[in-house]
């Protein structure tokens, strides 16, 4: 995850990096880091839940863009957290930062969080494009320094941890691509900068990679607490100035460390003074730790080559109990068709459920989604189960997830049997089992009838499911309003700007010009709201949605350990948040919503048909009383206006009742007689 301050240290530092034409060449990709990159570098908005329609178009540009520039991505992806648990601690540590972002974002502030669906509308996109990609049984950072040696091309990536690998061929800073194709007579280009580690070399003044190593390692990184050298920062006296290099005061030691290593030829003789600043009986502790960070750089096995040439890993994989997982699994993870979520819950029991969006007030919006889980944790886990009840018992998967605004871990139980008393699968059983029979346990986990399910189209099914699924157990509950947003949604994200298109060409020019108009208007949505003292940022809609995303999530990696009985769900085709927040809100606004939808789609047409049908057909899955009764804000605003006029009026009546009464006693009453008003009859 990078070395901290290295790579402003870089930035201070130009003489570090050259300016770089990049064409014609292989590009390996670190892949968490790019598509992190990618989401923010195009600011698509991230305020509402994600934005993956847009996403997903920036990303095809951006491949678009290398290969006008015969540029051919490799796209490495990293796997689960390894067992020595530094990773763990590190992601851990970021969850709980996140939760405090999420918190300012619930409620109008900055902040940036990265949508919990990123990465898998990023691989929708690599497998649309046919772009080559692979994911790590663990840590692919190794892998991809080891396969940019090999194949002599240079690595994309923004992480730092790469200034320190020995790559010949150098490293191309995201934040300093320009993705403007520059075209020439001869050849096609984009204007990058290159790092070289032989720069760096040049001012340690070395040709020894171990001190390039030593110098990251000395600094603190994934394998090593940088704190642990503090004794030799405070003590050892390391000259200010003996080297070219700047940087800021905050981080002065990174300049004195290069200026003391220049002096420094030896390895050995470079970790025998550190550790003489450290006490006695933790040295060789330490030594080790060393040595392990500098291996970690330096002794580089490739194994990715075989796998792009059609061969995968052969190193087994094991469960957290020590058995060898199915190759079948395996080549499903490294072919990144079955979640790395899995391979943590499995080979750790622990995984960490990203904060999204939401109301910290609330339960975690993964709450709703809990039995999906437990179904995948049932799967996973019975690789260690010796089918006795009491081993049972004891498997177990940590889940760290928020509870209010503190990253919490929760032990939850796998969901061994069904409510009919199946028992889950193993997953050695898995692929032996025939598609109707793993719809089948989908569909149970979900509660959702096959039948009724089996009217609706192929592709769509997995995705109605998780609506349903969704609605029933949300809390706050789903009203019908969110429901109906998310329908126009999915509709105008898998129909509209898909189906409908491909379809054109075969409408005539009233009805082409009329599915344009509707295209028109719903895109009005998609776009940024505004908030000010009038009309406020209300976290609340959010929340209702960031809990269909977790259904959603966990719906994809169910299918997907199931060997994908239903269709590959792209999470570009169902959710835009900025979209479900504003249509949100205008049906809120609206004194009948149903009536808005179908004067949208147009009153009385094939598309106002088709959508009210399919409305219908949904709603009747739905036991009764599933969807919140809430009366649209102008509604209610009309109400209350009813109240008010009703009791001014009533008011008046009163008023002049009393004016006519003292009319009328002025009438009857003679002032000058004050006997006079007793003649008057009590009526």
Request: aromatic content about 10%; glycine content about 4%.
């Amino acid at each position: 995850m990078g070395i901290a301050g290295l790579t402003t240290f870089i930035d201070e530092n130009q003489q570090l990096l050259k300016d770089f034409r990049l064409h014609d060449t292989s590009l390996i990709i670190d892949g968490n880091n790019v598509y992190h990159f990618l989401y923010y570098y195009f600011q698509v908005s991230h305020h509402f839940g994600g934005d993956y329609d847009i996403f997903a178009e920036k990303c095809v540009f951006f491949f678009n863009q290398l290969t006008e520039c015969n540029i051919k991505p490799f796209i490495v992806f990293d796997g689960a957290y390894d067992n020595s648990g530094k990773k763990l601690k590190t992601a851990m540590k970021r969850a709980t930062d996140r939760i405090h972002l999420a918190s300012m974002l619930s409620h109008g502030g900055r902040g940036k969080i990265l949508p919990i669906l990123a990465q898998e509308t990023f691989v929708a996109v690599l497998k649309s494009l046919g772009i080559p990609h692979v994911t790590c049984n663990f840590e692919a950072d190794n892998q991809i320094a080891a396969l940019a040696i090999k194949w002599h091309c240079p690595v994309l990536t923004n992480d730092s941890d790469f200034f320190i690998y020995n790559l010949p061929s150098g490293v191309v800073l995201l934040d300093y691509m320009n993705l403007k194709v520059v075209e020439r007579s001869d050849c096609r280009y984009m204007n990058v900068q290159m790092f070289y580690v032989s720069n760096l070399m040049k001012e340690l003044n070395t040709d020894d990679s171990k001190i390039v190593a030593l110098f990251a390692t000395l600094l603190g990184n994934d394998v090593i607490d940088g704190r642990i050298f503090e004794p030799f920062f405070t003590r050892s006296n390391l000259p200010r100035k003996k080297c070219s290099l700047q940087s800021v005061r905050s981080n002065a030691k990174f300049a004195r460390l290069v200026g003391w290593l220049h002096s420094i030829h030896d390895f050995p003789t470079a970790v025998s003074i550190v550790l003489s600043y450290l006490l006695t009986e933790k040295q060789e502790d330490v030594k080790e730790m060393i040595l392990k960070s500098v291996m970690g750089y330096t002794d580089l096995k490739c194994e990715l080559d075989g796998y792009f040439t059609d061969s995968c890993f052969t190193e087994p994989v094991k469960s957290l109990e020590e058995n060898v997982l199915p190759q079948w699994y395996i080549d499903g993870i490294n072919k990144s068709e079955i979640p790395v979520f899995t391979l943590n819950a499995v080979t750790l029991r622990r995984v960490i459920l990203l904060c999204q969006v939401e109301m910290m007030n609330e339960s975690s919006a993964y709450q709703c989604s809990l039995n999906i889980r437990q179904f995948i944790y049932a799967i996973l886990l019975s690789v260690d189960n010796a089918d006795d009840s009491k081993n049972k018992e004891r498997l177990r998967v940590s889940e760290h997830d928020r509870e209010n605004k503190h990253l919490k871990c929760k032990t939850v139980k796998p969901l061994w049997s069904l409510d009919d008393d199946r028992p889950v699968p193993s997953l050695d059983q898995l692929p032996s089992l025939a598609v109707v029979d793993r719809q089948n346990l989908l569909l149970d986990v979900l509660k959702v009838p096959r039948d009724d399910l089996m009217k609706f189209p192929l592709n769509t099914q997995l995705t109605i499911a998780t609506i349903i699924f969704w609605v029933q157990n949300a809390m706050p509950k789903v009203s019908a309003l969110h429901l109906e947003a998310l329908l126009v949604c999915s509709v105008k994200l898998g129909i509209l700007s898909s189906a409908l298109k491909q379809t054109l060409s075969g409408l005539n020019d009233d009805n082409l010009a009329f599915s344009e108009n509707v295209i028109s208007r719903l895109e009005a949505f998609a776009s940024k709201p505004h908030h000010n003292h009038a009309v406020k940022f209300d976290g609340t809609i959010i929340h209702i949605f960031s809990q269909f995303q977790s259904c959603l999530r966990s719906s994809v990696y169910a299918n997907q350990l199931l060997l994908l009985p239903f269709p590959s769900l792209d999470p570009a085709q169902v959710f835009n948040g900025t979209f479900l927040y504003n249509f949100y809100r205008e049906l809120r606004g609206r004194k009948d919503p149903d009536l808005y939808v179908n004067e949208l789609f147009g009153r009385g047409t094939s598309v106002s048909l088709a959508f009210a049908d399919l409305r219908t057909a949904i709603r009747s899955l739905m036991p009764e009383g599933s969807l919140l009764t809430v009366a649209s804000s102008l509604a209610v605003k009309n109400k209350k206006k009813k109240k008010i006029k009703e009791a001014d009026h009533k008011q008046n009546n009163i008023d002049a009742f009393e004016t006519k009464t003292e009319c009328e006693l002025a009438t009857y009453c003679d002032i000058n007689n004050k006997f006079s008003c007793l003649e008057i009859e009590d009526n």
